[in-house]
């Protein structure tokens, strides 16, 4: 959540004041004494993951409205504000029952790695350092690291509860969707890249609003979860 605020708010007030970015940065980086104390105040009455995912649903949607509507720079932004929230998405996928373990780490280390790059070229792109062609290209890269994760995850722990074979196969089909949009990069072609990438972010949506649900329930007290309270067993010592 932090690292959001840190990357939109640094580009918004650069462009908007037209202030050099150091001091803009310098300005962020002292409130966060402050974001601090208040994720630790909340920690336990807000499943951040969730709710991250589910903004990081209506910045992607929000991009692709933009898209449609021609505001290339809305559009820049909102990707910027994805990218930052994909990283709860990354994160949280480490919690899935993976069968795997060792091999999810590995990948999933690789896969926020992804997620921070992107943000580094989402960030570019809305400063106006990259555009068109390059952009592209230095997009599809982190994309596919982001890919693998995502079916690395769902595979290696298919079915698993809370998540379920639905939520699985949709984390399956947004994973190989992010793929197959790198794959149509470096083949050059724009017009299927265009289609790839309108059913990778209708995957994407429909599985974090299944992959959201789930973390809300790891997230919550075992008692609850079960559907039971526990009970303590007595000690030998007191029979």
Known sequence: MY????AVLTLFLHSLADWAWWVTLLLIVLVLPVALVIGLMTRHEVRWSTVLSYLSVAALLGAVAAQVAGATAARDWCLLIWSALLL?????CSSH??????????????????VLWLVVIQALAVAGVLGGASYTWWAAWPLALIGVWFLVASATGFGARPFGPIIDSLGL??????IAITLMTWTDLAELRRVVGVVAAASYSLWVLGLGWALWVLESPAENRDGFRSHPVPSSANA
């Open 3 to 6: 690292l959001a605020v840190v």
């Open 88 to 92: 709860a998405v990354a994160i949280g």
């Open 97 to 114: 029952p993976m069968r795997r373990p060792a091999w999810g780490l590995f990948v999933g280390f690789w896969g926020v790695v992804g």
């Open 173 to 178: 089909l947004t994973g190989a969707a992010f």
